[in-house]
């Protein structure tokens, strides 16, 4: 009975494992190909403030990422983030509306940022 359970617990950890794997793969991937879609040139553009609403760089990046999100469904949140020179994380755009209440705006200083944002 022992070496049943041993066994049990074995495969039961096993496969938890492989299955964090996998979907950290796929979330890597789909972060992958929404990267190369972004035009670099725009994103170098905008401030990281306010004023970037009112820029047409910032629009068609909000746009893009709003329809990406709207394709993926299984993405509830996209979002560029920067990181200014002191180590300050900051939102440079999201994916929702103005109205949404998880709405970022852009300069949005992430403060609770978990550990393993800086590993990636």
């Known amino acids: ?15 938890v ?10 979330a890597l991937e789909r972060a992958v190909i929404i990267a190369q879609a972004i ?10 403030t306010a004023d970037d609403i009112l820029s047409t760089d ?8 709003f329809g990406m999100r709207c394709v993926d469904k299984s993405c509830r949140f996209l979002y560029i983030m920067g990181r ?3 180590g300050t ?13 998880d709405y970022a705006p852009p300069g949005l200083i992430y403060v609770e940022v978990p550990e393993e ?4």
Request: no cysteine; charged share 30%; proline share 0%.
């Open 89 to 101: 994380v900051f939102f440079f755009l999201d994916s929702q509306t103005m109205e949404s209440k």
């Open 58 to 65: 910032y629009q068609r990046l909000k746009e893009q990422l």
């Open 117 to 120: 944002y800086f590993s990636l």
């Open 17 to 26: 494992q492989f299955t964090k794997r996998q979907f950290k793969e796929k």
């Open 1 to 15: 009975m022992l070496i049943t359970v041993v066994l049990g617990t074995a495969t039961i950890w096993s496969t």
């Open 84 to 86: 200014k020179k002191d």
């Open 39 to 48: 035009n670099k040139k725009r994103l170098a553009r905008l401030q990281g």
